[in-house]
T-cell receptor
Framework: GQQVMQIPQYQHVQEGEDFTTYCNSS?????IQWYKQRPGGHPVFLIQ?????EVKKQKRLTFQFGEAKKNSSLHITATQTTDVGTYFC???????????FGGGTRVLVKP | ETGVTQTPRHLVMGMTNKKSLKCEQH?????MYWYKQSAKKPLELMFV???????ENNSVPSRFSPECPNSSHLFLHLHTLQPEDSALYLC?????????????FGDGTRLSIL
């Protein structure tokens, strides 16, 4: 089965509002990577989290890795139309070696 | 970003045809990957090559045959495909075969099987 579940699958956001997408696993993860795929484009690497409780920021994007290393979140503040796309998390199980992608959260922004 | 180039961008083929997808990376990476992306499923890893050796074959049907002649080039040979094989096929590369390395994707080949 799928290693990580992403919720929600779809997110409609009013421009200027904040939103959060989540990546959850039933098993401990070695790391989490986040990618963004614009419509018609290809996945682009955003960031990697490795440490328990780690928080990293990229401008309006805040990425967090859970204390138990079983979940992660991506929070976007003041959403812009350029944030449109699908956000994927990808992870490796602890003691594993294969990167597995979640189903993605597709974000649509209403101007 | 032109680090990973895939050709063709679009391909329409019949079920009895034979075709090949090509991927070339200009990033000096040592690992290359094939993924399948369809509307119904998330990104599915198909094959992994590290230093030109296949290190992962993710239970892919034999009608898909990968080839990695050197660390910069990766091919996916296709024959007698099925309609359910219609999808976006993405190539990626990374510095090494370690799964904690960021992956750089090409623009993909949109494949349609008639």
């Amino acid at each position: 089965g799928q290693q990580v579940m992403q919720i929600p699958q779809y997110q409609h956001v009013q421009e200027g509002e904040d939103f959060t997408t989540y990546c959850n696993s039933s098993t401990t993860l070695s790391n989490i990577q986040w990618y963004k795929q614009r419509p018609g484009g290809h996945p682009v690497f955003l960031i990697q989290l490795v440490k328990s409780g780690e928080v990293k920021k990229q401008k309006r994007l805040t990425f967090q890795f859970g204390e138990a290393k079983k979940n992660s979140s991506l929070h976007i503040t003041a959403t812009q139309t350029t944030d449109v796309g699908t956000y994927f998390c990808a992870s490796i199980k602890a003691a594993g070696n294969k990167l597995t992608f979640g189903g993605g959260t597709r974000v649509l922004v209403k101007p | 970003e032109t680090g990973v180039t895939q050709t063709p961008r679009h391909l329409v083929m019949g079920m009895t045809n034979k075709k090949s997808l090509k991927c070339e990376q200009h990033l000096g990476h040592n690992a290359m990957y094939w993924y399948k992306q369809s509307a119904k499923k998330p990104l599915e890893l198909m094959f992994v090559y590290s230093l030109e050796e296949r290190v992962e074959n993710n239970s892919v049907p034999s009608r898909f045959s990968p080839e990695c002649p050197n660390s910069s080039h990766l091919f996916l040979h296709l024959h007698t495909l099925q309609p359910e094989d219609s999808a976006l096929y993405l190539c990626a590369s990374s510095q090494s075969g370690d799964s904690n390395q960021p992956q750089h994707f090409g623009d993909g080949t949109r494949l349609s099987i008639l």
